[in-house]
Structures are given as C-alpha cells and as structure tokens.
C-alpha cells in the first residue's frame, strides 16, 4: 500500500494520467499526493478535498481571460498556479485542461504524511488536524508560495503531485465553497469521513 519498510513510497503522476477535464481531474486528484521537496526534507500529504474551476465558469479566475496573473490557468493540465487571497494566504491550483484553455483545481485540504514536524514548525501548532485543513493552512504548511506559480507539477523539482497506491476512500460531491458566482454547480469533491476536510459537517455528509 504505497510503503516499504514503513517508509512512503511515491511515484510521480505523469500528465498523461491526469484527466484533459477539469472536473474529472478533480475528482481524480482525491487520494493523490502533493510532495514539496525542502533543504530539511521532505513534506508530503494526501489529497482529501478539491474543487474545480471549469472553462466558462463565473467563479474562476479565468472566466475573463488571460492577466500576467492568470496565465498558469491557461498552461497545459498538470501546472501550478498559485495565487494570493485576500491578501493573506496563497492557494494552490492545478491546470485542468488542453494548453491555451483556462481552468483549474483547487486544492483544498491535504492530511498529513510525512514531514508532520515541518508542518507543526511553519503553521504554529502541533495539532495533526489542523496542518493542512484548509487551502490557506495546507500552503503555509508546505511552503508554497510565488516561487511556484507555473510549476509543471509533473516534472521533477521542489513540489510535483504523485500516488502511493493507497486506496483514496469514498469520495463525496457538493457544492464548493466560499463563492457566491455559479455557487450552486456541485464541483467540490472530497473524502467522506476524512476529520482533515474543510468546511461545515452539512457538506461533509
């Protein structure tokens, strides 16, 4: 199951792999890993929540076409655009689709797997719960920043996504959150059960 020796074992996802649509790269992003590569090691959790920004969708970024900021949205599936929100937090995203067509996935919850000490170093508290639980917290966890924005997530390098053969549970639908255009299409997708996803306990069932 993804270990040898009690150690995690990751492979690479390679694009090939990934959906050309966005909503199905969301849902198969749940049960994968994002792996962020540090001078004092390796950080890595498992995806449990996501949510899709889909071509044509009022919601994204993308929806009014390329900015110098947008522009890692309209990169092939499999890169990572990482923005400021609200100006506090960064969040990170992958590319969903064909070159030159803008959308994306959100990530937005990781439980933890390795690198949990790291984690409780950079979030400022040593509660496993709450390292990753939330699109905000999970980056300060990792470190990710600007540094990132545009990152093929396929490739070699500090953060790339993989999988470790676990198996990624029942996995639920509903609608995202914190939005108010298109706030009603069920694009947020999610491990049920898991205590390491966000939002209330209504869209978690």
Same mark, same amino acid.
């Given at each position: 199951?993804?270990?040898?020796?009690?150690?995690?074992?990751?492979?690479?996802?390679?694009?090939?792999?990934?959906?050309?649509?966005?909503a199905a790269l969301?849902?198969?992003l749940i049960g994968?890993?994002?792996?962020?590569?540090?001078?004092?090691?390796?950080? %890595? !959790?498992?995806?449990?929540?996501?949510? =899709?920004? +889909?071509?044509?969708? /009022?919601?994204?970024?993308?929806?009014?076409? &390329?900015?110098?900021?947008?522009?890692?949205?309209?990169?092939?599936?499999?890169?990572?655009?990482?923005?400021?929100?609200?100006?506090?937090?960064?969040?990170?995203?992958? %590319? !969903?689709?064909?070159?030159?067509?803008? =959308?994306? +996935?959100?990530?937005? /919850?990781?439980?933890?797997?390795?690198?949990? &000490?790291?984690?409780?170093?950079?979030?400022?508290?040593?509660?496993?719960?709450?390292?990753?639980?939330?699109?905000?917290r999970l980056c300060?966890?990792?470190?990710?920043?600007?540094?990132?924005?545009?990152?093929?997530?396929?490739?070699?390098?500090?953060?790339?996504?993989?999988?470790?053969?676990?198996?990624?549970?029942?996995?639920?639908?509903?609608?995202?959150?914190?939005?108010?255009?298109?706030?009603?299409?069920?694009?947020?997708?999610?491990?049920?059960?898991?205590?390491?996803?966000?939002?209330?306990?209504?869209?978690?069932?």
């Amino acid at each position: 199951m993804g270990s040898a020796g009690g150690q995690l074992v990751t492979t690479r996802l390679t694009r090939d792999e990934l959906p050309v649509d966005t909503a199905a790269l969301a849902r198969f992003l749940i049960g994968r890993i994002v792996v962020r590569e540090t001078p004092e090691g390796v950080i %890595s !959790g498992r995806i449990v929540e996501t949510e =899709a920004y +889909v071509p044509g969708d /009022a919601a994204s970024h993308a929806f009014r076409g &390329v900015t110098p900021r947008t522009r890692p949205m309209f990169l092939e599936r499999g890169h990572a655009y990482v923005y400021l929100n609200y100006g506090t937090s960064w969040m990170l995203n992958v %590319s !969903g689709e064909a070159a030159g067509i803008g =959308a994306g +996935v959100l990530i937005r /919850a990781l439980e933890p797997l390795e690198g949990i &000490v790291l984690m409780q170093r950079h979030r400022g508290t040593d509660k496993p719960r709450d390292l990753a639980r939330g699109p905000g917290r999970l980056c300060k966890a990792l470190q990710i920043g600007p540094w990132a924005d545009g990152l093929d997530l396929c490739a070699e390098g500090l953060l790339w996504l993989g999988r470790d053969g676990a198996d990624s549970g029942e996995v639920g639908v509903s609608t995202r959150i914190g939005i108010t255009r298109d706030a009603d299409r069920p694009l947020r997708f999610y491990v049920r059960g898991s205590p390491f996803v966000s939002g209330t306990r209504a869209l978690n069932v």
